[in-house]
């Protein structure tokens, strides 16, 4: 007896994309990808200490949430270019969240975040197997910049308690400015010193380093592996510089010890109980981490010629996060500013990432003890430069010029951020984005449209100079026909007729109507009966081949008092007064009545 076990090998790449990238592996693409990793690697150390910072844990946590991470990314991720790891919004979200069940440096606090990036694993999985990534498109990209600038101010402003050498919290705009003043007599000036030092290089480093090594002759790849590793340079000076001195005797807060290990194994869950408190902050993070992710990787793909798959997005982030949280780290997606350095670095593959996870491991192992006497100044000064480039004010000049229902919902996203924290900030940008799409849906744009002169095409009467016929009227709806906006289209069409006693006919002209549901089906019908009691008949144009096939599955189309026509020349020949030509000519006797056309 055999057991016949057959593999589909495109199944098995879809889920696997390392099956299909990995079999074209080269040796330039592995030259390519190293130079990427290095890059990277110089740049991600320093951020993923300050975003474990930003977080409330451990730096340690930083380096272990970007090592397993990268490489199940790796596995089943499909962007060439995009870094996993810790990212400034997710991390303050994560402290958020993690901060209503538990006390920051507490045990319960590192299990929270472990069972947080579990949660988010787990939901972001289960969203990519059943190919749901589409629901990201329901996010408006106006609102989650809303958000993302909001939540930019925010996290800088929560580093400021480490610049100033202070204690305060909060995790609201108005508690952190409120906790800063009321400790701001307890100022640590060597502590301050070195914050606004480090803070004002690594802003000169981003903007005027790299012009300043090509006028001395050094090559652009060359330079901007340089600039990138500002940061270190950071860490460098002002480690040795308080270390040397001895500055934490004299008040500056340092990281101290850090394990020199691999990641350990850990264990997420605790209760079923802390899993019901932290589902709703999971949901949460999984939406932003994943839009964050996909428009980034969306991008960058671009840009090369190249597709990712949404829904293996999904699964791929969500084994990272998984791996997270069983290796102690918390919740991570892909990053802006890390995925632009690792595509302009030249990473050909994903490959890239695990060379960069090496390269942490490595770090993790041997150079822990180095950055014993890094000041904690220096990381919020890193979070402070790296947060300020997402605050992003001009839109909501592009909003305000282009759309005052968009600006209207950036605006709220803002101040409820600002004033309520990120969760209520994030929640309000879901329903705001919903909102918005429901609004503007529910009352379409309909125009009355009359026929150019000499052509067969149709615009707004409202906006050319067109030829109309008194017994006629056409009414083109712009939108696709559901329960939101039936009534608004009803609505518009019985108060139209109502007006003018002439009409006899009225042709709705449907090119953009891509569904009509059940609700809208019914308002038809109404519209039908309604018109028929008035001795108006209803006619259909230019109705696409799936909404068709639907009508056809009710009564509709049989209790319809006029016709459907192909297209609206065609009605306007039978009903109306043109030629092929769209000159004047007698109707040829069109139905005036549902019982003539009956």
């Known amino acids: 007896m055999s057991l016949n076990v057959s593999f589909n090998p495109r199944l098995l790449k879809r889920y696997l994309p390392i099956l299909d990238w990995g079999s074209k592996y080269n040796r330039q693409a592995f030259a390519n990808d190293g130079i990427a990793a290095i890059i990277v690697t110089i740049m991600l150390i320093p951020q993923s200490l300050a975003y474990a910072l930003l977080a409330g844990l451990p730096p340690e946590a930083g380096l272990y949430a970007s090592i397993v991470p990268i490489m199940l990314y790796t596995v089943f991720g499909t962007s060439r270019a995009l870094a996993v790891g810790p990212v400034a919004v997710v991390s303050l979200m994560t402290a958020a969240a993690v901060g209503q069940v538990a006390d920051q440096g507490t045990a319960g606090y590192a299990t929270a975040a472990l069972t947080l990036a579990f949660l988010s694993g787990a939901m972001l999985m289960a969203l990519g197997l059943f190919r749901l990534g589409f629901l990201a498109n329901f996010l408006s990209h106006p609102v989650i910049a ?4 909001a939540s930019g101010i925010l996290i800088a402003a929560s580093q400021l308690k480490h610049i100033l050498g202070i204690d305060a919290g909060g995790h609201t705009l108005v508690h952190l400015i409120e906790s800063l003043w009321v400790h701001l007599g307890q100022i640590n000036w060597i502590t301050l010193v070195i914050g606004v030092s480090a803070t004002a290089f690594l802003f000169w480093v981003r903007k005027g380093l790299k012009p300043l090594l090509k006028k001395a002759g050094l090559g652009p790849r060359l330079a901007d592996v340089v600039t990138k590793a ?9 480690t040795l510089v308080t270390g040397v001195f001895h500055l934490d005797g004299q008040g500056v807060k340092i990281v101290g010890a850090v394990p020199q290990s691999l990641p350990p194994f850990t264990w997420p869950v605790s209760s079923l109980a802390l899993m019901q408190q932290l589902f709703v902050p999971a949901l949460l993070i999984s939406i932003i981490g994943f839009v964050e992710s996909i428009s980034v990787a969306q991008t960058l793909a671009a840009k090369k010629r190249q597709r990712v798959n949404p829904d293996q997005e999904l699964i791929g982030l969500g084994a990272a996060n998984i791996g997270a949280a069983f290796t102690g780290g918390f919740p991570v997606t ?10 302009d670095a030249g990473a050909e593959t994903p490959a890239a990432g695990a060379f960069t ?10 150079l822990t003890p180095l950055i014993y006497f890094l000041p ?4 919020a000064a890193t979070i402070i430069v790296a947060v300020l480039s997402l605050v992003d004010f001009k839109i909501l000049k592009t909003t305000w010029d282009y759309s005052k229902a968009d600006f209207t919902a950036v605006l709220a996203t803002i101040i409820l951020t600002l004033l309520s924290g990120v969760e209520v900030g994030v929640s309000a940008g879901v329903i705001l984005s919903i909102a918005l799409h429901l609004y503007k849906t529910s009352k379409p744009h309909i125009a009355e449209v009359g026929l150019v002169p000499g052509t067969q095409h149709f615009r707004n009467v409202l906006r050319h100079e067109v030829r109309t016929t008194p017994e006629l009227v056409t009414i083109r709806v712009d939108e696709s026909l559901y329960f939101a906006n039936a009534r608004f289209l009803e609505d518009y069409i019985l108060d139209r007729v109502a007006e003018d006693q002439a009409i006899k006919h009225v042709v709705l002209m449907c090119p953009a109507v891509n569904e009509i549901d059940t609700s809208a089906l019914e308002a038809l019908e109404e519209i039908n009966r309604r018109l028929a009691d008035n001795g108006i008949l209803l006619h259909l144009s230019e109705v696409k081949g799936p909404v068709m096939d639907r009508l056809q599955k009710s009564h509709f189309l049989h209790d319809l008092s006029g016709q459907v026509f192909l297209h609206q020349f065609a009605a306007m020949k039978a009903l109306g007064d043109v030629t092929d030509e769209g000159h004047t000519t007698p109707p040829e006797n069109p139905p005036t009545s549902p019982e003539e056309a009956a």
């Open 230 to 238: 500002g940061p270190v340079a950071a860490v460098v000076v002002t």
């Open 376 to 379: 904690k100044a220096t990381l």
């Open 334 to 343: 892909g990053g802006f500013s890390r995925s632009v350095v690792n595509f």
């Open 146 to 149: 809303g958000f993302i600038t």
């Open 357 to 366: 996870a090496l390269g942490l491991g490595i770090a993790a192992l041997f």
